[in-house]
């Protein structure tokens, strides 16, 4: 391939990803948009509507909120067990990484259905059959591999066996080791796992849609109602579209910078345990 075929071709691939954006940020703007290439005016109307829509404003505040519990709890599941099966018991690992299939293999709307009807299974879990409790718990399972797969190669690739030997040799204990020696070395990796969590959680629609009706309204849910909604706001959706963009984008700046540069394994590390 040659050096301008290259070039054309990264042209191409930026128009791409860039062109949506650019259409749904000028749609935001837009006061009306005929049949042009671009829109008849622009306002700032739109963005003031929308986040003086008390509606509005709750649903991002339930998505916000949701996604740092889901991060909070998928952290809280992942990292002792991970560990573990880094230093002690390789078959938790096995386990763990055919769990993170399970999202893969199963389309969201039916992973929805089924936790609400195994919710409703037991009437000890009953009360939870409709309620954010089970939204939480259906958000950590479907971003749960989304975390464990960064968070294992930072593991791998910083030596967490090694590490935990020498720690153990200065007389530390497991639990002291996880917290001051192992998260201090793989913080590039939870970080990285955390916004991926952190993304899907936030642009879920079908659980919280599927368990709660509209009972439970995130963004997502209500975006969707009022694409569906002839008396909807188009401009707004497109308003919180670009809003949730630039968000992810910032956290992800954020992220790169803690990281220093530092190089990350994405997929699942192998080799540096047993």
């Known amino acids: 391939m040659t050096r301008m075929s290259r070039w054309a071709l990264l042209g191409l691939w930026s128009v791409f990803l860039v062109l949506p954006v650019l259409a749904t940020l000028l749609y935001s703007l837009a006061t009306v948009w005929r049949g042009r290439a671009f829109p008849d005016g622009y306002t700032l109307a739109w963005w003031v509507q929308a986040f003086s829509e008390p ?21 809280a599941v992942v990292l002792p067990a991970l ?33 609400k009807r195994l919710a409703g299974a037991s009437e000890l879990t009953q009360p939870w059959e409709s309620s954010p409790v089970l939204v939480v718990l259906g958000h950590v399972a479907l971003s749960f591999p989304f975390f464990l797969w960064p968070v294992d190669g930072a593991m791998s690739a910083a030596g967490v066996r090694q590490l935990s030997e020498a720690a153990e040799t200065s007389g530390a204990t497991p639990l002291a080791t996880l917290f001051r020696v192992v998260i201090p070395n793989i913080r590039t990796g939870i970080l990285t796992g955390a916004i991926l969590t952190f993304a899907t959680s936030f642009g879920e629609y079908s659980i919280a849609r599927v368990i709660t009706g509209s009972s439970f309204e995130t963004l997502p849910v209500w975006q969707v109602a009022a694409l569906q909604d002839t008396r909807g706001n188009p401009n707004g959706v497109a308003v919180m579209a670009i809003f949730t963009f630039l968000l992810m984008f910032i956290v992800s700046v954020l992220i790169a910078r803690t990281g220093k540069g530092q190089p990350l394994r994405l997929l699942p590390g192998i080799g540096n345990t047993r």
Not at 63 to 75: I, K, P
Not at 92 to 100: H, K, N, S, Y
Request: proline residues 4%.
């Open 55 to 75: 509606r509005v404003v709750s649903a991002l505040m339930r998505s916000v909120w949701l996604a740092v519990l889901t991060v909070v709890v998928v952290a």
């Open 83 to 115: 560990y573990w099966g880094h230093i002690r018991n390789g078959r938790i690992r096995t386990v763990m990484q055919l769990c993170a299939l399970l999202p893969f293999a199963l389309p969201f709307v039916v992973l929805a259905y089924g936790i």
